[in-house]
């Protein structure tokens, strides 16, 4: 297992399906491409949501409030609270977005 702190969070789902999963989203380099497989794996619903919590991360980030961000995003309160939970103390995953895309 690779080493870092994907490696050490909720080590219960990195089963084989799992790390297949990770080997091709890491090897795709184009976003059209990557695009066309969340689109295979995912509901329409299910790509808004998580693209949301990217949203409420990079508010969050910002200093902005939950009420600001409620109205920002439309993202529920519990919503809010658990992409903060996971900013302080999560494994470093949405960190590691936040930097890509503040580059």
């Known amino acids: 297992m690779p080493e870092g702190p994907s490696a050490e969070g909720r080590s219960d789902i990195r089963k084989p399906e799992v790390n297949d999963l990770l080997h091709v989203l890491a090897e795709l380099d184009d976003e059209n491409m990557i695009f066309a497989l969340l689109e295979d794996l995912f509901t329409i619903r299910e790509i808004r949501e998580t693209s949301q919590r990217l949203a409420v991360a990079r508010l969050l980030d910002a200093g902005k409030s939950y009420s600001a961000i409620e109205r920002m995003t439309g993202a529920s309160a519990t919503t809010i609270a658990r992409v903060s939970k996971c900013l302080s103390y999560g494994t ?12």
């Open 92 to 103: 470093g995953g949405y960190k590691a977005a936040l930097d890509i895309l503040a580059s």
